[in-house]
């Protein structure tokens, strides 16, 4: 009788994963060992804005492999990261609910293991579910971290985190939310010692730049998927900060040119464009990234795992480097809110199209479930994009509702360096509402760098009164009262453990 081959027979053929993709061996063989179903490659990098991408319009580097991508897929030009913060945008993909329902509002939170989450979905289904990369979804560093003291100024026990070095491991079982392969970390920026956990309570150091590891770790995985699908996320931390040289892959920021063209709404003032290195260390971490993108198409296609692999692409949020005076994110402005987001299907999905429908986190549960055929949870706030994306229907959305609930991205706090606001997006149009009561609108379709406040013209008044009742209706269906920071400290206990949301007490 002829043996079959699986990935694992495959593996042992082969050698190394270093190996496969230098063979001449037939790869394609591969393909013999799926299922029907199709497999699900979801990569979302951290701070990758996407204009840093240049099939979305990057005038500084080119990303090759990225544009290739969205050559053979759909390209989103309106996906949207609703709460331009780490830990709000992972609770939102998981769960495919609105922060205030699933209580990840802020960083460094304890999630509830008990919701029902995307992988449980593809677990249940007889999919082989894995984790590689970022997890950001734990109290993590510490689990004494506090509120505030009586000063109102946060507070982290150093005592604790000397007592407890392993409080970046997430052990196996409820809390990994039903992703059984693990290779993983909370949360730490060794870019170029990267470390993670598997399912022991042990750091594996690999003395090598993350994003390399991660995508060698995510091909050995699809190898080691035997006979059955799998649902697969990859999320590498950079190009996050520090934008620092020693932060960066080697040879890369040597790629980078001398001179960077900056967006018209950076000040001329503005730090970033009188020192470029901490701009230039940024693009040479996107380069990287682009570059891991080509190594793991690559496979795809010589494995012949890629006509029936949905293979997403897409960001936590974007990165303002000195846009509107500011850097970092945790704002509504088009830098921070705008992602790139590519879905690629061969089998089932036309390629080199562009969708200008409003996408948001907590769509991809419904989408990407639909598009496998499984169903959903019953707790998801999302839309169901697999009619559009199949050409049979379209999305009928006219706003999304984003938001920054704190106004520190790791404590509740209120009115310090990031205010709170909440804030409507249209296809055209942003309308933001500030904690203070200060307004802004912008008509992005003119103004895509949004330097023109339209709140005070006196011509928008009509459309300003239209998006202020459309707050409000998003506001109520998120069950969201637009909180002072300070007001959401009473949803988790002294260890960040959620005890209510929105919606009440858990």
Known sequence: MKKQLTRRNFLKTAGSIATVSLLNFPLKMLAGAVSDKPNVLFIFADQLCADACSVYGCKNIQTPNIDKLASQGVRFTN???TCPLCTPFRGMLQTGRFPTHSGLIINFLEVNPKQRCIAHIFRDAGYHTGFIGKWHLAA?????????NAGGVNVWSEDFKKQNPDTEFVPPGPARLG???WQAYNFHGAFNNYWYYGDEKKKIQTQQYETDVEIDQAIDFMCKSVNRPFFLMVAPHPPHPPFKPEFCPKGYLEKIPENIQFAPNVPSDHPRRKDLLAIRCYYAMCKNFDDNIGRIMKFLDESGLAENTIVVLTSDH??????????????????????PLIIRWPAGITAGTTIDAIFTPIDHMPTLAALCGLLPSVACDGVDFAPLLRDEGDVLRDAVLMANYSSHWDFFQTQTKWPEWRAVRTKQH????WLSGKEELYDNAADPYQMNNLAENKQQATLLEKLRGRLK??????HDEFLPGTGYADWYDDKRNLIRTGLGPI
Do not use: W
């Open 79 to 81: 996906a949207i990261s």
């Open 140 to 148: 993590g560093m510490d689990k004494n971290l506090g509120k505030f």
């Open 179 to 181: 992703y059984d392969f």
């Open 318 to 339: 974007g990165e303002q480097h000195g846009s509107h005076n500011l850097i970092d994110k945790m704002v509504p402005y088009a830098e921070s809110v705008n992602i």
């Open 430 to 433: 942003t309308y933001i509402k």
């Open 473 to 478: 209706e998003l506001l109520a269906q998120a």
